[in-house]
T-cell receptor
Framework: GQQVMQIPQYQHVQEGEDFTTYCNSS?????IQWYKQRPGGHPVFLIQ?????EVKKQKRLTFQFGEAKKNSSLHITATQTTDVGTYFC????????????FGAGTQVVVTP | NAGVTQTPKFRVLKTGQSMTLLCAQD?????MYWYRQDPGMGLRLIHY???????AKGEVPDGYNVSRLKKQNFLLGLESAAPSQTSVYFC??????????FGPGTRLTVT
């Protein structure tokens, strides 16, 4: 079955630095979504990518969908303490009836 | 507009006891989902529903049952709780294959 893998599992970042988290699927996806979960909170939708090679930006966050629609990345520039949390990617395969396959997440810790 | 709500927020069960988790959404969404979240394993889909009166199995359905008698409610039942079911349970809803809205979660401990 479809598997979605995220790396790294943990990311320690100095405030002001940039970092990237990666998401890879074993199968081609129809689209991919990204969620953020603050400590003790629930996942909150960030963005959805649909097109091959698509790039979307939200302020300091840049999301990219691979040309083959099997991988994605989230790049955060000038990390702030508000970026603390776990970032999940979740893929939808063409035959999955809208079901999301979540990656294990990247837990981000920011050092002031 | 409350979004997605879950009841209860916390629960401690003894092995073999049963309980029902309630999820309610006021966004008129067709799709509803139950996930469990365990450390290092992300969110795993237990059961889901694509409309009132319909349910289907997800990735980890064993030991759980669900019902969707009303469009706005999705119930998750544990008939005989086991320690392996200690987890945080999230309900979510969506309009087809769009963004999912999550509830605040239920933290369940089975001793």
């Amino acid at each position: 079955g479809q598997q979605v893998m995220q790396i790294p599992q943990y990311q320690h970042v100095q405030e002001g630095e940039d970092f990237t988290t990666y998401c890879n699927s074993s199968t081609t996806l129809s689209n991919i979504q990204w969620y953020k979960q603050r400590p003790g909170g629930h996942p909150v939708f960030l963005i959805q990518l649909v097109k091959s090679g698509e790039v979307k930006k939200q302020k300091r966050l840049t999301f990219q969908f691979g040309e083959a629609k099997k991988n994605s990345s989230l790049h955060i520039t000038a990390t702030q303490t508000t970026d603390v949390g776990t970032y999940f990617c979740a893929g939808i395969s063409p035959d999955s009836w809208g079901k999301l396959q979540f990656g294990a997440g990247t837990q981000v810790v920011v050092t002031p | 507009n409350a979004g997605v709500t879950q009841t209860p927020k916390f629960r401690v069960l003894k092995t073999g006891q049963s309980m029902t988790l309630l999820c309610a959404q006021d966004m008129n969404h067709e799709y509803m989902y139950w996930y469990r979240q365990d450390p290092g394993m992300g969110l795993r889909l237990i059961h889901y529903s694509v409309g009132e009166g319909t349910t289907a199995k997800g990735e980890v359905p064993d030991g759980y049952n669900v019902s969707r008698l009303k469009k706005q409610n999705f119930l998750l039942g544990l008939e005989s709780a086991a320690p392996s079911q200690t987890s945080v349970y999230f309900c979510a809803s969506s309009s087809r294959a769009y963004e999912q809205y999550f509830g605040p979660g239920t933290r369940l401990t089975v001793t």
